[in-house]
Nanobody
Framework: QVQLVESGGGLVQAGGSLRLSCAGS????????MAWYRQAPGKQREFVAS???????NYIDSVKGRFTISRDNAKNTVYLQMNSLKVEDTAVYYC????????????WGQGTQVTVSL
């Protein structure tokens, strides 16, 4: 049963922009902190950004000022706007939902590839 569905990845030149989207079920979205992680080839999966139920967000230092996470609670969707992309941003990006109530479960999307070329 698919709980989170990502979209928006692709190939972009350095300096360009992409917006990732992640749609979830209302049941999960309404009680979850939403986040994005990424995993580059040969590296461990790392945290990128997270957002609470309002606008409170956190970012890894390397993306601060370039990436913006947001959520539309009416659409059960979280976004990651990525600007000024760098080659080192190349990775598979994963959506994450961490419930802070209910069953306190964690869910992952299937991942979407982002490739930044010179």
């Amino acid at each position: 049963q698919v709980q989170l569905v990502e979209s928006g990845g692709g190939l972009v030149q350095a300096g360009g922009s992409l917006r990732l989207s992640c749609a979830g079920s209302r049941t999960i979205f309404s009680i979850s902190v939403m986040a994005w992680y990424r995993q580059a080839p040969g590296k461990q999966r790392e945290f990128v950004a997270s957002i609470m139920f309002g606008d409170s967000a956190n970012y890894i230092d390397s993306v601060k000022g370039r990436f913006t996470i947001s959520r539309d609670n009416a659409k059960n969707t979280v976004y990651l706007q990525m600007n000024s992309l760098k080659v080192e941003d190349t990775a598979v990006y994963y959506c994450n939902a961490r419930e802070v109530g209910g069953t306190y479960s964690t869910y992952w999307g299937q991942g979407t590839q982002v490739t930044v070329s010179l």
